[in-house]
Every structure is written in C-alpha cells, then in structure tokens.
C-alpha cells in the first residue's frame, strides 16, 4: 500500500510540483488548499502529467475543524508537507495579522492534529530569509539568524521556533525543514507553473510577462550594488528540482532509520546569478527580447545572497540540476500556456 501525504497548500506553485513529484515516486496524495492564490483547474494539470487524480479538499487549514474533518475522512496520512501560507512580502507589511493568521495557525493546527492521527512528520518550507542579509556568501545553515525585515520573513522564523520547541517538548513528531532559495521556472509540460494574480511582484514572473507584452518594461531595481554587475544576487532554483527534494526528505524523515527528530537543509543550486544575468540568461534560452530600464533600489532588498547547498548534497543525496536555459524555456513555455485562448492555467 502506498504512504498517503497531505500536501497543504498544493494547489499553489511550489505545491503543485511537489505534488506532481510524490505521486510519480508512488505516494498517494491528499491536497487541502482554500484557493486563495490558485484555482482547483490546477488539479486537472497535475492529473494530465500524472494519469493520477489526488484527493482535493477546498478549505482553509486556520480552521481545525475543516482539517479534523479532512484527517476523519482520509485516515492514514503519514506524512504532511505544509505549503498552505501567504508568501507575498509587500503585502505583509500592509496586512500583519493575515500574515501572522494564516501562517501561524495553520502550523499550529496541524501540529496539534499531527499526534491525534498517527501522522509522524512535517516538512514545512522555510526561506533564506530567514538569514537577511548574509555576512558572508555561500551561506550555510549554521549562519545566524538575523532579525526579520517582514512579517512574512518573521513568520518563517516563529515557524521553525514553534516546530523546534513543539519537537523539543517530546512531540512524536519528526520535522524537515527546507529554506528554500528563489523558486522559479515551470513543470516541462507546461501544464502547470507560478499563476500570479494581479501585478507579480516577484523577478520572473514579471520579466516573463513583459517578454510576453503585458507589461511594457521590467524595472531592474538598482545596478549601484556591491557586486560585479551592480545588480543583486540570488540563488535562484528550478522549481522541479525543489519539489524532488520534499520527496526526498519526506522519504528520510518517514523511514524507520534513526534520524534527528528535526533537521535543516538549505535547498538551492550555490551558484549566484545577478537580476542582468537572469535576464540575459532568459533572452539567450528564448530568443525573446526584454525591454527593461535601470531603476531605482527596492526597499528591504539583499543585496546578495547564494546558499551552501551541500549538507542537502550529501545528506539527502539531492542536488539542483536543472540547468538554467532549460528553466528559463520552462518559464516561457508556461507563460505561453497560460496566454493562449481558453486556457487558464
Ligand atoms: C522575496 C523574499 C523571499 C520570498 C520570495 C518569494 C525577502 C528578502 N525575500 O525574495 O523570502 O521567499 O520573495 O516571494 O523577503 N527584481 C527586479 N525587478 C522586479 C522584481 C524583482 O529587479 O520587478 C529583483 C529584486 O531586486 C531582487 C531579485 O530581482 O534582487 C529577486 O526578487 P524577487 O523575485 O522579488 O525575490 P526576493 O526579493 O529575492
């Protein structure tokens, strides 16, 4: 019999991938998302690539009855992988208790039902911004934790406070926590990718839709930083080579071997790549051209930031792979996917 996995939030961009990734390792899969930044034709485009259709919940995991409710009705769950939060930076400073309410009581709720139901461990996504601005690059999980600039960056700390003190009280509980570098790119089957509402505000997704003419000209926000070209650097990491490391790590942290109850890894490529770089990288991947001007620095950016990726190499025995054309051509694919009559995504 298959191990069952409730994937929270999975109907969302990183979500949906890692969906995809455990039905293909043989998982079964249960998803719960309120579709607060997804839509459920998401289910569809996981079930065309997989031949598989995952158990769908709409709710809201805030609520415990909903996921009481869900645990009752789809018993055996071993595992859950929590990518049911809000995520969007600017918008957490202007609305902090949404922030703090959806992020905070999700994982709460689902720590809390985690004993009640059997289920042994949770993989919960965390970021490197949890390390704000780095002293020193590669960065590694032993850096210090540095005070938060958002609310969304500090709900992502007290979340690995709350898991760490939750797994330290003697919980039967495992937790793997994954800080995720800069996601991007879309599955090679352009059925399913990021689906921003509204103005993205993140990197990609912009540059994507301004190739794609919908946006006149990506700003590039400052080229006066302290690096080669000026402009910032990220790690930035296919979003199919994330989703294979919850595979991965939900594998280790479910299996009998007698592993830390909670462990850390960083997820990302180790290699920096600054905004005019990507946006060459995309041009020479896609033939398409970027209109985009020098502007002005955005608020709150790092400046640089690559992560150290080799405890999540030789420990879990994962690596990102996916070479960067090959994920700017995803990216285009999918941008492409979603502009076409009748399709949304
Ligand atoms: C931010 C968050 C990160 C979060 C991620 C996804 C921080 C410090 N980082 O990452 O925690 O997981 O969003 O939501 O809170 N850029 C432009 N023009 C644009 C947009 C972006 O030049 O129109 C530049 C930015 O200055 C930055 C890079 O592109 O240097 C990446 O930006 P973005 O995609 O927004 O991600 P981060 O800010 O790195």
């Not at 709460?108 to 039902?113: F, H, K, P």
Request: aromatic letters at 8%; proline letters at 6%; hydrophobic letters at 35%.
């Amino acid at each position: 019999m298959s191990t069952k996995i409730l994937v929270t939030g999975g109907t969302g961009y990183i979500g949906s991938h890692t969906a995809v990734e455990l039905q293909q390792a043989g998982y079964e899969v249960v998803i719960i998302d309120n579709l607060s930044n997804s839509n459920a034709g998401v289910i569809d485009g996981i079930e065309s690539i997989t031949g598989i259709r995952p158990v769908f919940v709409e709710g809201d995991c805030t609520d415990i009855a909903t996921l009481r409710r869900l645990f009752e009705e789809n018993p055996g769950i071993k595992g859950i992988i929590n990518f049911a939060a809000s995520k969007a930076v600017g918008e957490s400073v202007q609305k902090p208790l949404l922030y703090y309410r959806n992020n905070l009581n999700t994982l709460i709720n689902l720590l809390d039902l985690m004993p009640e139901y059997g289920v042994e461990g949770i993989v919960f996504s965390s970021s490197c911004t949890v390390y704000g601005e780095p002293d020193f690059n590669p960065i590694d999980e032993n850096a210090p934790i540095k005070p938060a600039t958002s609310p969304y960056g500090n709900t992502k700390q007290i979340s690995e406070e709350i898991i760490t003190d939750y797994v330290h009280s003697g919980a039967p509980i495992k937790s793997i926590i994954l800080r995720y570098f800069n996601p991007i790119g879309a599955h090679p089957s352009a059925k399913i990718g990021e689906l921003p509402l509204g103005v993205p505000q993140n990197l990609v997704p912009y540059l994507t839709q301004t190739a794609a003419g919908i946006r006149k000209e990506l700003t590039v926000f400052g080229d006066d930083y302290d690096t080669p070209d000026g402009s910032c650097i990220r790690d930035y990491i296919d979003v199919v080579d994330l989703a294979k490391a919850h595979v991965i790590a939900m594998k280790r942290m479910l299996s009998p071997e007698d592993t830390q109850k909670i462990e850390i890894f960083n997820l990302g490529t180790g290699r920096g790549l600054s905004v005019l770089e990507l946006i060459s990288a995309f041009e020479s991947a896609t033939g398409v051209k970027v209109p985009y001007r020098i502007g002005a620095r955005r608020e709150g950016d790092i400046e640089k930031i690559w992560a150290c990726p080799d405890k999540a190499n030789n420990i879990l025995g994962w690596r990102a792979d996916v070479p960067i054309t090959e994920t700017m051509r995803n990216t285009w694919a999918w941008q492409q996917h979603i502009m076409s009559p009748g399709k949304q995504g």
